[in-house]
């Protein structure tokens, strides 16, 4: 039955988008069939339900959602599981900004109310994010969908949480931390976020007890922290101070005794090669400080504020105070000198605040023991980086990890599931909630930390899938295939589900692990609303469509390089998009009404032009798949790209109106056959990267392969014996004395609205019946007559010359062009580029371009290069042609 919709000459994507989502989702098209028995799964990198869609979560989904579509069209059990993130930190913000408008602070509506006030505003803004998702296409399965604080996966926090507690793999310490003074938490050492300030260094002298006129240099970038010494240090080998170990400093300001400690962590070679040690206030004085015994004085508390132990600079702000120090120390002569310096300062990567390392008691997690298998299950290649250079990356922190610091002090989150009792001290960890302590049946309270959000992320791939309670999805569906996710949260989340996976599930989390290139701007600068360049995905997909975004992104994606994206490569694939819908328009509306196919089965009664097309879209199929199985995106979107711009628009639809228009009723019936045939093809092949145009094009199709919608038809399977090396080549032939002869009609500027009478001599037999069996055609594409072929010709008069495949092509020029008026512009045009020419050699001869620049800008050169000498000795050869007259 001819269920087929006309289809309108202009697409209007706003319409389409809306209408196929909600068709494929009230249809349940997203949800695996489980039918299939080749399950294929992922789960989506929760976005923060704080969020809005920026150009990297719109590279993510379009990959996620390429490989989700491709593999449920391959008849796999497909599942793309989405949610959100509760985003402890984050969220907690954006809610105490709202207050603040009110005049109120978390404090005053205390912690039940206030939790109240998040979860309102979770839900306003939750489906928020879940309309950006699928405004660009994620065909998520949304009955799946989770959230990292609803009340399965807060079962499984607290399941995972217990156990590891009474394997002693948790624990309560007192270690120094990075705190966070806005965030008023703190924060694990991966969620600092390094970056270089400009400041000063401080040559501070401290003078020696034994010998008052005598003093210790310390060069220091943080004064204020002077109040918090307990010891001077300096390296053992260090012959300058040998005299002095065994003496007492006294620190300046406070007056207090210090003595000179020897530790090879000393590095001799930075400003005067001893060291303040400071243990409240800095990770590794604190350990230095463990090592020798020495006291903690905390100068600083948990607002960033100086704490009584300053003395008479209590109540002042860290930087406040290190001014106040510095002239106070001036006024002691106690400033050798101050010099420009600029280093490496941690900041909070939620809020930007610079962190403060303070002593604090806090829960962690002991990560040796767990790294270990995780370390192994990559070494072992059970778990795989695309990239495979991520893998370097991966090894080096869990080669280095140090216990991971959980527990926060803010209120939106998973709280500790640990209690005290108030009578006996007892403290136990519970999946409920106890109000007696199981030692001495007192009453107890609950720890009023707060779980780092990663810790509920990193259970994401099971705990989605209803772990601890072994459910259907649970055992079909882990470990996931792929991971896709961008660099940068390598250590927050995937080493860490690697390693609870492997603990809680005795298996890795998914095979793949796809790490997405950045995303920046044309020059190759990071996107960012503060430096202007940042390109807003939802904008751009309601002015150019979903499907040029995203067909955009995915063929910028190359393994192993950043995305340099412009305005110009969306529009250059909302172009793409219209050439596809006008093409389908022009094979549609050259089908009649009761037009039914015939079975393509016989080459020997097919064309050499729809030989060749069958045979390139075979290959064409073969290729494409191949680059999905791979994880190459941009090659994918590049194969079908060229075939259905370069060979199926361009070369195929160009010659089929011959026969559409002027061929018998059966060669108009067969070609018309191929081309539905072919395009249909297509649409199935362009159907993950660009879903919307695709599906309201193929419901616009006659004898739709049985199946209602293209988002569940099956994927094309390449068929060898349709491969055809011998129409390929003949017909490679056909184009290239069709490409030969537009390029000496462009370059010699002769009007479209001119035919040009040619002749053709031929150096071969079977290009000679191959070509004259399919003049019509030339003409037809190269806006020519052809007047003559023959053996051999030699050249005629008012002629100019060209040649390819052992075929000479001679050019009637009298009447059409001024020859002199010619030759002097193709010679400038010569020396123009060949100007080009000498001037890219320069730069590949100077050794510092190939060894300083980047490698995509030599590739890009190497390229440009090679199509610039072409087209000069292109262009010598017609200058000499015309010359010889």
């Given amino acids: 039955m001819n269920n087929r919709t006309p289809i309108p000459q202009v697409y209007d994507a706003s319409h389409t988008e809306t209408k196929w989502y909600e068709y494929w989702e009230k249809n349940g098209y997203f949800s695996p069939d489980p039918q299939h028995s080749n399950p294929f799964c992922m789960v989506i990198p929760p976005p923060n339900v704080t969020g809005f869609l920026h150009m990297g979560h719109a590279l993510n989904l379009t990959l996620h959602d390429i490989l989700t579509r491709y593999r449920r069209m391959k008849g796999d059990q497909t599942l793309w599981l989405p949610g959100t993130d509760h985003a402890g930190i984050a969220t907690q913000n954006v809610v105490e900004k709202q207050l603040a408008k009110e005049g109120l602070d978390r404090h005053q509506l205390g912690r039940e109310e206030f939790i109240q006030r998040v979860w309102q505003w979770k839900d306003q803004y939750h489906d928020r994010i879940v309309k950006q998702l699928k405004s660009m296409g994620a065909s998520c399965d949304w009955t799946r969908e989770r959230f990292t604080f609803d009340e399965g996966l807060s079962a499984a926090v607290k399941e995972v949480f217990v156990r590891l507690f009474d394997e002693g793999l948790i624990y309560r310490g007192e270690y120094i931390v990075n705190w966070c003074p806005r965030c008023e938490t703190a924060i694990s050492d991966i969620e600092v976020d390094y970056r270089d300030v400009p400041s000063f260094l401080y040559y501070v002298r401290y003078p020696i007890k034994e010998h008052p006129e005598q003093y210790l240099v310390v060069a220091t970038t943080r004064p204020e922290t002077i109040l918090g010494d307990v010891a001077l240090a300096v390296h053992p080998e260090d012959e300058r101070y040998r005299q002095v170990v065994n003496s007492t400093v006294i620190l300046p300001i406070i007056g207090r005794d210090m003595s000179i400690i020897q530790d090879e962590y000393v590095d001799p070679q930075f400003g005067t090669g001893v060291l303040k040690v400071t243990p409240a206030h800095d990770m590794n004085d604190f350990d230095l400080g463990k090592k020798h015994h020495l006291p903690v004085v905390a100068v600083i508390d948990p607002h960033g504020v100086m704490n009584e132990n300053a003395g008479i600079f209590a109540g002042m702000t860290r930087e406040q105070c290190r001014e106040a120090i510095v002239e106070k120390l001036k006024s002691l002569d106690l400033i050798e000198k101050i010099e420009e310096y600029s280093h490496s300062v941690g900041h909070c990567y939620r809020c930007n605040t610079q962190v403060e390392p303070l002593v604090s008691k806090q829960w962690f997690v002991k990560m040796k023991d767990l790294a270990q298998p995780a370390i192994q299950a990559v070494e072992e290649g059970r778990v795989e980086f695309i990239p495979e250079r991520w893998n370097k990356i991966y090894f080096e922190w869990m080669n280095n990890i140090r216990d991971w610091c959980i527990s926060r002090q803010i209120w939106w989150g998973h709280r500790v599931p640990v209690f005290y009792c108030q009578e006996c001290g007892h403290y136990f960890a519970d999946r409920?909630?106890?109000?007696?302590?199981?030692?001495?049946?007192?009453?107890?309270?609950?720890?009023?930390?707060?779980?780092?959000?990663?810790?509920?992320?990193?259970?994401?791939?099971?705990?989605?899938?209803?772990?601890?309670?072994?459910?259907?999805?649970?055992?079909?569906?882990?470990?996931?295939?792929?991971?896709?996710?961008?660099?940068?949260?390598?250590?927050?989340?995937?080493?860490?589900?690697?390693?609870?996976?492997?603990?809680?599930?005795?298996?890795?989390?998914?095979?793949?692990?796809?790490?997405?290139?950045?995303?920046?701007?044309?020059?190759?600068?990071?996107?960012?609303?503060?430096?202007?360049?940042?390109?807003?995905?939802?904008?751009?997909?309601?002015?150019?469509?979903?499907?040029?975004?995203?067909?955009?992104?995915?063929?910028?994606?190359?393994?192993?390089?950043?995305?340099?994206?412009?305005?110009?490569?969306?529009?250059?694939?909302?172009?793409?998009?219209?050439?596809?819908?006008?093409?389908?328009?022009?094979?549609?509306?050259?089908?009649?009404?009761?037009?039914?196919?015939?079975?393509?089965?016989?080459?020997?009664?097919?064309?050499?032009?729809?030989?060749?097309?069958?045979?390139?879209?075979?290959?064409?199929?073969?290729?494409?798949?191949?680059?999905?199985?791979?994880?190459?995106?941009?090659?994918?979107?590049?194969?079908?790209?060229?075939?259905?711009?370069?060979?199926?628009?361009?070369?195929?639809?160009?010659?089929?109106?011959?026969?559409?228009?002027?061929?018998?009723?059966?060669?108009?019936?067969?070609?018309?056959?191929?081309?539905?045939?072919?395009?249909?093809?297509?649409?199935?092949?362009?159907?993950?990267?660009?879903?919307?145009?695709?599906?309201?094009?193929?419901?616009?199709?006659?004898?739709?392969?049985?199946?209602?919608?293209?988002?569940?038809?099956?994927?094309?399977?390449?068929?060898?014996?349709?491969?055809?090396?011998?129409?390929?080549?003949?017909?490679?032939?056909?184009?290239?004395?069709?490409?030969?002869?537009?390029?000496?009609?462009?370059?010699?500027?002769?009007?479209?609205?001119?035919?040009?009478?040619?002749?053709?001599?031929?150096?071969?037999?079977?290009?000679?019946?191959?070509?004259?069996?399919?003049?019509?055609?030339?003409?037809?594409?190269?806006?020519?007559?052809?007047?003559?072929?023959?053996?051999?010709?030699?050249?005629?008069?008012?002629?100019?010359?060209?040649?390819?495949?052992?075929?000479?092509?001679?050019?009637?020029?009298?009447?059409?062009?001024?020859?002199?008026?010619?030759?002097?512009?193709?010679?400038?045009?010569?020396?123009?580029?060949?100007?080009?020419?000498?001037?890219?050699?320069?730069?590949?001869?100077?050794?510092?371009?190939?060894?300083?620049?980047?490698?995509?800008?030599?590739?890009?050169?190497?390229?440009?290069?090679?199509?610039?000498?072409?087209?000069?000795?292109?262009?010598?050869?017609?200058?000499?042609?015309?010359?010889?007259?």
């Fill in 432 to 885: 409920g909630l106890p109000d007696h302590c199981p030692k001495c049946q007192g009453k107890v309270v609950q720890d009023e930390d707060v779980l780092d959000t990663w810790f509920s992320s990193a259970l994401w791939p099971f705990s989605t899938l209803g772990w601890p309670e072994t459910t259907p999805d649970l055992k079909t569906f882990y470990p996931t295939s792929v991971l896709i996710t961008a660099f940068d949260i390598i250590f927050f989340w995937v080493a860490r589900m690697i390693m609870m996976g492997l603990k809680f599930m005795q298996d890795v989390p998914f095979r793949k692990v796809y790490i997405t290139p950045l995303v920046r701007d044309a020059y190759g600068k990071k996107m960012s609303k503060s430096s202007g360049n940042a390109i807003d995905p939802l904008e751009v997909a309601r002015q150019l469509g979903s499907d040029s975004l995203r067909f955009a992104l995915a063929w910028l994606t190359v393994q192993g390089r950043d995305i340099h994206l412009s305005m110009e490569r969306i529009e250059a694939s909302r172009n793409f998009m219209n050439k596809i819908w006008n093409a389908s328009r022009f094979v549609l509306m050259n089908l009649e009404e009761d037009f039914v196919p015939v079975e393509l089965n016989n080459e020997a009664h097919l064309s050499l032009k729809d030989r060749w097309i069958i045979s390139r879209f075979q290959q064409t199929i073969e290729q494409a798949s191949l680059a999905l199985d791979d994880y190459r995106f941009g090659e994918y979107v590049q194969i079908i790209y060229d075939f259905i711009w370069g060979e199926f628009c361009d070369w195929y639809i160009e010659w089929s109106k011959k026969d559409l228009y002027q061929g018998s009723p059966e060669e108009k019936r067969k070609t018309q056959s191929v081309l539905v045939q072919v395009l249909s093809g297509i649409l199935q092949l362009l159907h993950p990267v660009a879903p919307f145009i695709t599906e309201e094009i193929w419901h616009s199709f006659p004898m739709r392969n049985d199946k209602d919608a293209l988002i569940i038809s099956d994927w094309p399977v390449s068929e060898k014996p349709w491969f055809n090396d011998q129409s390929e080549k003949a017909i490679g032939s056909i184009q290239n004395l069709i490409r030969e002869i537009r390029f000496l009609r462009a370059e010699l500027e002769i009007s479209p609205a001119e035919t040009c009478r040619v002749q053709l001599g031929f150096h071969q037999s079977d290009n000679r019946v191959i070509i004259e069996e399919h003049l019509g055609y030339i003409e037809q594409l190269a806006k020519c007559e052809i007047i003559k072929t023959d053996v051999e010709i030699s050249k005629p008069g008012g002629a100019v010359t060209g040649q390819v495949d052992g075929i000479d092509i001679f050019l009637m020029i009298e009447g059409l062009v001024d020859i002199k008026r010619e030759l002097q512009r193709l010679n400038k045009k010569h020396k123009v580029l060949s100007e080009d020419v000498e001037r890219i050699q320069k730069r590949f001869e100077k050794p510092d371009f190939l060894e300083k620049a980047p490698q995509e800008v030599i590739e890009k050169d190497q390229i440009r290069l090679e199509k610039l000498l072409s087209e000069a000795q292109r262009l010598q050869k017609l200058i000499e042609g015309i010359m010889n007259q």
